[in-house]
């Protein structure tokens, strides 16, 4: 059974920083490709970066590109988020998700089949 905790949201001013970390459980971790989405109120869920089984392979939408970057230690069996120059809209509850078999589409929330908790980010101007 996989599981998937995150950790890392809190409150930060626009402009600063957070590194949002996952962990995967109960499966072999490079196994997986692995995702980050968000959601916030009333909003449907929003691709966020997504990482191949080695790493060699990230994904971004432009609303992110630049500012944020994903990371993977399958050693540790964690997925990092390193988001910088945070802003306002950036604030919403950030999802870790797990791919097993492989995807063709990783901005689609459909690929992925396990997901985490999340974690709350909150961004103040």
């Known amino acids: 059974q996989v599981q998937l905790v995150e950790s890392g949201g809190g409150l930060v001013q626009a402009g600063g920083s957070l590194r949002l970390s996952c962990v995967l459980s109960?499966?072999?971790?490079?196994?997986?490709?692995m995702g980050w989405f968000r959601q916030a109120p009333g909003k449907e869920r929003e691709f966020v970066a997504a990482?191949?089984?080695?790493?060699?392979?990230?994904y971004y939408p432009d609303s992110v590109k630049g500012r944020f970057t994903i990371s993977r230690d399958n050693a540790r069996s964690t997925v990092y988020l390193q988001m910088n120059s945070l802003r306002p809209e950036d604030a919403a509850v950030y999802y870790c998700?797990?791919?097993?078999?492989?995807?063709?589409?990783?901005?689609?929330?459909?690929?992925?089949?396990?997901w985490g908790r999340g974690t709350q980010v909150t961004v103040s101007s």
């Open positions: 998700a797990a791919n097993r078999d492989g995807y063709s589409a990783p901005d689609s929330t459909a690929e992925y089949g396990y």
């Open positions: 109960g499966r072999t971790f490079s196994n997986y490709a």
């Open positions: 990482i191949s089984r080695s790493g060699r392979s990230t």
